[in-house]
């Protein structure tokens, strides 16, 4: 038979037994519908972390510390502890000469308790030593301002602004306002305890008189929280700390910020800073974690899905072995007139493939409606939710179907639709064409 | 040899624990354009030899031979080519689809032989014509009377142009004057050239006949041959 010929065959069939091809679709549309919406739900809810994930520049850095970590693992095995190679300048340099990686830019905190101030108001900060004198090299949007970094200057991120405060404020006064703090100086105010001789600690204050360079714009990074000032002015400021001056050589950086030349380099080149001996830490790897998480939820949430598709299956083998009980006199016909086995077998695996087809076409429609539905419902409920939030990125429901899976539940709906009509199909196509046109 | 052959046909069924010998050693030879009635009481073998015949079954042990082919070498598809290019059915109860109308009915066989729809349908009108309900097409089987219904039957039996016409008790279902007019349909396909068996307890089918064959507990007992009706027909 000519594919066509059978095509029109089968439509005639299916047409002839309307009722049931449909009840028996329904089954198929709910399988379908409950897999279109779950693994949609999945890849909205994987969507939406990812757009959490804070700003894209971060995806090209790789954050690089001494390895604690391996240091950890031999005192906790009963070994000694020595301390981890130190990220000494050579050690920058070396990074920084890896293939493909665009700066490597060392820092390093203050040691001693830091207050920002600005008239009456003033914030606790997290100020950081950066080694270079241009912060565009980070792929950082700035606020306001310039990405260079002098001496007597600070770059802020935006979101210390947020921290400012009036510690003398009395209850009923509503809080001042903060000014642009764009090229306007500010006290950074340094606190460090030391010993007075006699075994007490007294505190020292120190303040430096800061200009502000530039404001970076929050963009859920890191780089939004902290203040940031040139590297060798807060290596002076911990070696006053510490009382003596800083060693590159054995005290080393705390830290170092790797910016690859392009995302796709950076998982490649942590590992060969981390074949170095030293801790490389990309958001990366945990975006893959994340991102390897939700493909198993979406493998789970599918695999429900699938249950009731299967229960589909069962319902179309039924429907098609019933069939044959009841059209044995006609198979016995089409044999007779010299239907051959081949095309019984194909009429009837065309007319099972085809209820699935017709049940995955009815699910996609409605998961896709449902989907829209959980969407609209998703996310009148959830600005409810995150009206009380404070700052950071609002969560929303969604479902995203992407254009693979409308195609991969037509194709697994006819599939699931093929299988259930084998047995069944195997056997009309063996009947003895005298046995089936005796039967009453 | 002659158009139809066999030779020690068995076909036995178990039943039980008993064997049934439906047909026990069979030997027959009918020419080509023969009009054959077999007759006999019920269960006498008469349907099973018609079956055999038309590779619906197969024997239990020997040979038939059919218009020059030897059935018992062809495989399951090449016997349903046999069935679909040699053989046209003629069944007692007419077997028509009920959701068919006569037209599509009548052109089912067509479609297993990639016959294009436009030509499906002409070539149904015609044979529709030739058994004189060409005006009944569009009818549903439920729509119809008895021996229109197997009127119809026959015209699908003929869609495929076949060699033998093969019918077990066409009449079996019709009153007195249908089933005349149907043995009457059968006789004329008989003398437009096509060999035609017929399976019948109706013994004014036998005015026809060119060769009568009488079955008793699956062997033939008698055989009578009316040269006349042959010469008649060739």
Redo the contacts between chains.
């Keep these: 038979?000519?594919p066509r010929?059978l095509i029109?065959?089968i439509l005639l069939n299916l047409n002839?037994r309307k009722g049931r091809v449909l009840l028996t679709a329904i089954g198929v549309v709910i399988g379908t519908a409950a897999v279109v919406v779950l693994v949609s739900l999945a890849q909205g809810l994987k969507q939406n972390a990812s757009a959490q994930f804070g700003n894209i520049a971060e995806m090209s850095q790789i954050s690089v510390y001494p390895d604690w970590e391996a240091q950890m693992m031999i005192e906790a095995e009963g070994g000694e502890y020595t301390s981890p190679p130190p990220i000494t300048p050579d050690v920058v340099e070396e990074i920084g000469a890896i293939p493909l990686v665009k700066a490597a830019i060392p820092r390093t905190g203050v040691y001693a308790m830091t207050i920002l101030k600005t008239g009456k108001l003033e914030a606790w900060a997290n100020v950081i030593g950066i080694g270079t004198d241009d912060l565009s090299v980070l792929g950082l949007e700035m606020a306001s301002g310039t990405y260079e970094l002098t001496k007597g200057t600070v770059i802020i991120g935006e979101e210390v602004l947020k921290n400012f405060y009036d510690p003398n404020q009395r209850a009923e006064q509503e809080p001042l306002a903060l000014s642009d703090l764009q090229d306007q100086h500010m006290t950074l105010e340094l606190t460090k305890w030391s010993e007075d001789g006699s075994g007490n600690y007294i505190e020292v204050k120190k303040a430096l008189k800061l200009r502000v360079a530039g404001i970076i714009r929050a963009s859920r990074s890191e780089w939004d929280y902290s203040v940031y000032m040139p590297l060798n002015e807060v290596l002076e400021i911990n070696a006053w700390v510490n009382g003596r001056r800083f060693d590159p050589k054995k005290d080393g950086y705390e830290m170092v910020t790797v910016v690859a030349e392009d995302r796709e380099s950076v998982l490649n080149i942590a590992s060969q800073i981390n074949d170095m001996g030293f801790m490389a830490y990309t958001p990366q790897e945990f975006i893959q974690g994340v991102n390897s998480f939700f493909v198993v939820l979406q493998v789970i949430f599918g695999g429900v899905g699938g249950i009731a598709l299967l229960v589909a299956a069962i319902g179309i083998a039924n429907t098609m072995t019933m069939a044959i009980l009841e059209r044995t006199?006609?198979i016995?016909?089409?044999?007779?007139?010299?239907?051959?086995?081949?095309?019984v077998l194909s009429i009837f695996l065309g007319e099972s493939a085809s209820i699935g087809f017709i049940g995955g076409i009815g699910g996609v429609l409605l998961g896709l409606l449902l989907g829209e539905l959980i969407n609209i419902f998703g996310s009148v409920y959830m600005a409810g939710q995150n009206s009380g939030m404070m700052g950071g990125g609002s969560a929303t429901l969604s479902v995203a179907t992407p254009p693979w899976l409308i195609l991969f539940a037509l194709a697994f709906s006819t599939l699931i639709g093929l299988i259930s009509g084998v047995y069944p199909a195997v056997q009309a196509a063996s009947l003895?064409?005298?046995?089936a046109?005796k039967n009453e | 040899m002659d158009y139809i052959h066999t030779e020690a046909l068995n076909k036995h069924y178990e039943m039980g624990h008993t064997i049934v010998k439906a047909l026990n050693g069979v030997d027959l030879s009918l020419p080509e354009k023969s009009l054959s009635v077999v007759m006999g009481p019920s269960g006498s073998g008469k349907s099973t030899l018609l079956h055999l015949l038309g590779g619906l079954d197969r024997p239990t042990s020997g040979e038939i031979y059919l218009d020059g082919s030897k059935l018992s070498q062809l495989d399951e598809n090449d016997l349903a080519v046999f069935r679909r290019k040699t053989v046209g059915f003629v069944f007692q109860s007419f077997n028509l689809i009920q959701s068919f109308n006569a037209l599509e009915n009548v052109s089912f066989p067509m479609r297993f032989m990639n016959v294009p729809r436009k030509q499906r349908i002409e070539e149904a009108l015609f044979y529709l014509e030739q058994v004189g309900i060409a005006d009944r097409a569009s009818h549903k089987p439920s729509e119809l009377s008895g021996g229109e219904q197997q009127r119809v039957a026959i015209a699908r039996a003929l869609i495929n142009d076949p060699t033998l016409i093969l019918a077990d008790e066409p009449t079996g279902n019709l009153d007195t004057a249908s089933g005349y007019s149907i043995m009457e349909i059968l006789a004329g396909l008989n003398r437009n050239g096509r060999t035609v068996l017929v399976v019948t307890h109706d013994p004014r089918m036998r005015q026809f006949a060119s060769h009568i064959i009488y079955l008793l507990d699956g062997s033939i007992v008698k055989e009578s041959v009316y040269e006349q009706a042959v010469q008649q027909v060739s």
Excluded: Y
């Design positions: 038979m000519k010929e029109s065959l002839r006199r006609e016995g016909l089409m044999k007779a007139v010299g239907a051959t086995n081949q095309d003895v064409p005298v046995q046109l």
